[in-house]
């Protein structure tokens, strides 16, 4: 019996995401009086024993030339003799895209009760409950799994990276690898975008900015600041800015180092998707604005104004 914990990687590099489900399944394991061991598939540039310092024990590292790309058939495949070897009994991945693609088809094939969006470490003080967003998140349930095994999906930032002085021992496991159906023949990927839910550093706008003709000035702090693009949902509403920008309940939940946020009221669904970031700076013309009370730093001024002397004062700070 133990916690499974599927390590999601891009580019080499292990997910911010997966590392929020590794603390979230240590922590779940230490509630269960159990060990909480990773699961890798293919190639990553990064030492895996030091995922000990987010509570793992153990990080199973399986390398195949059909796991050199994501493919959710043949991971899943592999996931499941994985987790039928070292006798999981709690699977826990983060709910992007590719845990959105492999939680439910793990559940099916281990028979196991699935919980998708969780936000927070199950109840286990009278069966196993689990607190979940529904609704676009505009509500949670508490679902009780009541199957042996059990599947969750955590939510991206929802859960703090806890980080210690932990090793983990890194192991192999002899499975059978399938061949996958379908080839990948090139990949594609828009160069210096970062990720918006896993990004460190972000930049957003609202109504403030008046029209979608004046996001340069956004663009370029965030260029300068080398963050990803944000936005309140009134913006992508009216198609200003894409809806995969749209942060908040309704949009995505970020957790960055930094937040500024520009012409933006601070509404509190918006808050309720960013108020997980560590330094949130407001940028507002109206000093009673609500968004001020969750600021760290605020600027009352015009966007306008601010926003390129910002910009400014970074460049000169980076040389
Ligand atoms: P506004 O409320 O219009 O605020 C604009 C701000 O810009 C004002 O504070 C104003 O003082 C300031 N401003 C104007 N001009 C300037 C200037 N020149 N310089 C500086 N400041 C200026 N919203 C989200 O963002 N994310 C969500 O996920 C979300 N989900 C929702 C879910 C539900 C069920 C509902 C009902 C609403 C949801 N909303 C969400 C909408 C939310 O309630 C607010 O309406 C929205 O966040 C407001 O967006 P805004 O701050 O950009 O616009």
């Not at 990064?46 to 310092?53: H, K, P, R, V």
């Not at 799994?145 to 969750?152: A, L, N, W, Y």
């Not at 970020?254 to 520009?262: G, H, K, M, R, W």
Request: glycine share 8%; hydrophobic share 45%; with cysteine.
């Amino acid at each position: 019996m133990s916690v499974l914990i599927f390590i999601d990687h891009t580019s080499g590099m292990i997910k911010k995401a997966s590392r929020e489900a590794i603390s979230y399944g240590a922590q779940l394991a230490a509630q269960l009086g159990t060990t909480a061991e990773g699961v890798l598939l293919g190639n990553v540039a990064e030492d895996l024993s030091a995922l000990g310092q987010h509570g793992v024990q153990k990080v199973y590292h399986l390398q195949h030339t059909n796991l050199d790309h994501f493919d959710a058939q043949v991971y899943t495949k592999v996931l499941a003799q994985v987790a039928d070897q070292t006798g999981a009994q709690v699977l826990v991945f983060s709910n992007n895209t590719s845990g959105k693609a492999l939680a439910p088809a793990l559940s099916v094939r281990l028979k196991a009760g699935l919980v998708s969006g969780a936000v927070s470490l199950p109840d286990t003080s009278n069966g196993f409950v689990v607190k979940k967003n529904v609704f676009s998140g505009k509500a949670f349930a508490n679902v009780a799994v009541t199957t042996e095994r059990k599947v969750i999906a955590l939510n991206v930032n929802a859960f703090t990276i806890t980080t210690g002085t932990g090793t983990a021992e890194v192991a192999s496991l002899n499975v059978d690898v399938p061949a996958p159906k379908t080839r990948v023949i090139s990949k594609d990927k828009s160069s210096g975008k970062v990720t918006l839910s896993e990004a460190e550093v972000v930049v957003s706008a609202g109504r403030g900015l008046k029209g979608p003709e004046n996001w340069g000035i956004v663009e370029e702090l965030a260029t300068a600041l080398d963050a990803a693009l944000a936005c309140s949902r009134p913006v992508a509403d009216a198609h200003w800015r894409p809806h995969s920008e749209h942060v908040g309940q309704t949009g995505v939940a970020i957790a960055p180092n930094l937040y500024v946020a520009a012409g933006i009221s601070g509404a509190i669904q918006h808050l309720a998707g960013v108020n997980r970031s560590k330094v949130i700076v407001v940028i507002n013309k109206d000093p009673e604005a609500p968004f001020f009370k969750a600021a760290d730093y605020g600027i009352v001024g015009d966007v306008f104004e601010i926003l390129p002397k910002f910009t400014e004062a970074v460049k000169k700070v980076k040389g």
